[in-house]
């Protein structure tokens, strides 16, 4: 990834969250802006990557919206053979569609994420995703 771009997009993610934390709907409203903007002017670009619109759907308050913002991170981990991000992004869009209570959803995005986890050092996340499957299969 570019690293310019990387740290834009990073600095965007702490600048949301400190708006979050101070409960400020505005400075929010316009990092979000911001944080969209990098991710559509990089678009098709050699400098987009997963991690931008993994990040401006972590961001979005719109379930819908972020699942499918979701889903276009994950065609950009895809396409550059990602298992990290196809992982991280497999585990949220499956937490999200839990949330709206689609469940068959949210294990075909967890068996995805289980299967690209194989090949990945987060144990962390590997353990949530292996969690969150059985717990949905039982």
């Known amino acids: 990834m570019n690293t310019k771009v990387y740290k834009r997009v990073h600095t965007l993610a702490e600048s949301l969250m400190n708006a979050v934390q101070k409960k400020d709907q505005a400075l929010f409203d316009n990092h979000y802006n911001d944080l969209k903007a990098v991710c559509e ?20 308050e719109d379930l819908t919206l972020a699942i499918a913002i979701y889903d276009k991170a994950l065609l950009k981990a895809d396409a550059i053979k990602s298992t990290d991000f196809q992982s991280s992004i497999g585990f ?4 999200l569609k839990l949330e709206m209570g689609d469940k068959t959803g949210a294990i075909a995005s967890l068996t995805k994420a289980k299967k690209s986890s194989k090949r990945i050092p987060d144990f962390d996340l590997k353990a949530e995703i292996i969690a969150l499957l059985e717990k949905l299969t039982d």
């Open 92 to 95: 949220s869009t499956a937490s």
């Open 41 to 60: 002017e990089h678009e098709n670009s050699d400098k987009d990557h997963p991690v931008q619109w993994e990040t401006l759907a972590d961001f979005t």
